[in-house]
Every structure is written in C-alpha cells, then in structure tokens.
C-alpha cells in the first residue's frame, strides 16, 4: 500500500458536520463506511488518515482532501460506488509516506455566497479590507487559544449575490462565518468603528458579539498542498451529475417558497 490523497465534495446540509461523531450522521462517518465496504481496512479508522479540515454542521465542500494508505486499485469512481450521491471523490495524488492532510496543507480557501440584492457592495468590500492581514481575531471564534491569524481574500458580485472569499493556512472554528456576519453588518450601516472594536483587545461577547452567519452557503472550495492531483474525468462527470441535480431539486423548492409567499 501507499499513502494517497483524494479530494471530495460534499452537500454538508444532511449532515451534522465532516468529522465522525458516535450518534448522528457526518460526511466522514460514510467516507468509512464506504472504505469498510470496499475492504480498505478494518478497526477505527484507515491507516494513515487524516482529512484537511472539519466543516461545520451544514458547510459543503468542493476540494475536502483526505490521505490514507491505500492499494493503487482505490480510485475516486471505486470509492463513488460506495458513497451516497450528495458525496463524491473526483480526483487523487499519490503522496509521500509521512504525508498528513491536516498538517502538509500550505492553504485553505474558503467562499460564501450571501443572496442579497440589494447589499451595498462598496461598503461590504470596504469592511472586508480592514479583516484581512494579520490579526488576532479572538471576538471572532468561540476557540481560546491560537486565533491569531492571517487572512486574505476578496468579494465580488456574482448576480444577487455577494461571494466572500477567505483564504488562510489554517482557521479557528467559525471564523469565516462570523467574519461574513460582521461585514454584512457594516454593509446594512453599522459604523466601520464596530470592526475596531471587534479587532480590539478587549472581549466583545453576550449581545454586543458577533454570531456566525449561517452555514448552507459556505463552501470549502479549495486546499493547497505540494502533490499533483489528477482528476478522474467519470468521477467529475459523477460529480456534475449529483451537483446539477440538487441544484435543479432546490430550484424547484425556492420556486413554491417564492410562490406561497406571492400569493398569500
């Protein structure tokens, strides 16, 4: 066996995050079971794993990576036998022995898309600016220890919706969510002071904190590391397929939300 990599995407709104939790369902919890099923391995979990990062409750992903020690028979469309539909692997990179997809990874880039037509975008940009570089953003996580952090990142408009991208090499827990809630409040005409505040040494919590915005529009769209993934063309195809269908049920569902809204 060798140890490779493997990218995943995911539609994290069935389940209660990626990491494996005892008594509810999570992404990583089926990645296992399909790994069991295809007898990549037996016990706890597959030797040399690791994943790149834990999405919360309801955050999807593009590019979730995971390494393990497996046979070169192991590949993503093998793996999407296995797996339900809102789950795929579309691509692979065979790695070095010691290679941790948690520790190895240069960056992790997160987008959120916020539905908001009428969001001021000049002011949203403006308070995302004074967010990024380096900062200890200890108002902006719930974790206690290493929350300083350099960001970078950018927003554009796409349609009616504003799409925050955050990049770093790593992120405490819910710090992309909340960094989204507090420039969408300067956005809406909180005082850009409110930022000072929130960057500042002293505690901003109870009502005067920052919540996390919620969690269906983020996305971990990408992971950096010094391997060279090779797309599957079947499993993307497997991936475009699952993907396009989903947009298209909840296309359907945003329809009858708009029409009972409507016409009542």
Known sequence: MVRRAFRVAYDGRPYYGFQRQPDVTTVEGELFGALR?????????PPGYAAAGRTDAGVSARAQTIGLDARE??????MNGELPDGIRVWASADAPADFHATHDANWREYRYFVFDPDADE???ARALDRLLGEHDFHNLTPDDDLTTRELSGGLVREDDFLVVTLRASGFCRELVRRVV???LEVAAGESV????????????DGPDGVAPAPAGPLVLHDV???????TEPRAAAAVRDSFTALHEERRALARVARHVADEV
């Not at 002071?193 to 901003?204: A, H, N």
């Not at 590391?225 to 090779?230: A, I, K, R, V």
């Open 37 to 45: 099923r295809l007898d990549v391995f037996e016990g706890e979990k």
């Open 73 to 78: 028979w192991l590949t993503p469309s093998a």
């Open 122 to 124: 000049d002011r949203a």
């Open 181 to 183: 809630s507090l420039v």
């Open 193 to 204: 002071d409110r930022i000072e505040r929130v960057l500042g040494p002293e505690p901003v």
């Open 224 to 230: 950096d590391y010094d391997l060279e993934f090779s």
